[in-house]
């Protein structure tokens, strides 16, 4: 599967923008999609992830905890990650990526997934 992730921008801070990921084959071939950010100097950490089975479970950061909201576009046939109140602190790279379904449990881990997107930079002023 081949991600293609879109929609950062810069915002002020309270602000919101929503990234889509899509699948440029038109179809996430059965994976699961997990949203991870990257800071100037540090590591790849989580953000969020859905699972598009009929299951639809849903795991979040805490940090992503009440502003972040991860929904799948089926129309688009895109995984979108909507995010409110933004902070300073929220400025990254945004990444999306595919994981196969039978390592749900180790969503939170960056090394568990199978394909990553290009990533969609997201600057927060103060």
């Known amino acids: 599967v081949q991600l293609q992730a879109s929609g950062g921008g810069l915002v002020q801070a309270g602000g919101s923008l929503i990234l889509s990921c899509a699948a440029t084959a038109r179809t996430f071939s059965g994976y699961d999609i997990g949203w991870f950010r990257q800071a100037p100097g540090k590591e790849r950490r989580f953000v969020a992830a859905?699972?598009?089975?009929?299951?639809?479970?849903?795991v979040y950061a805490d940090s992503a905890e009440g502003r972040f909201t991860i929904s799948r576009d089926s129309d688009k046939n895109a995984v979108l990650l909507q995010m409110n109140s933004l902070k300073p602190e929220d400025t990254a790279v945004y990444y999306c990526?595919?994981?196969?379904?039978?390592?749900?449990?180790?969503?939170?881990?960056?090394?568990?997934?199978?394909?990553w997107g290009q990533g969609t930079l997201v600057t927060v002023s103060s």
């Open positions: 859905i699972d598009l089975s009929s299951s639809g479970n849903i």
């Open positions: 990526a595919a994981i196969s379904p039978t390592k749900w449990r180790w969503v939170r881990y960056s090394a568990k997934y199978d394909a």
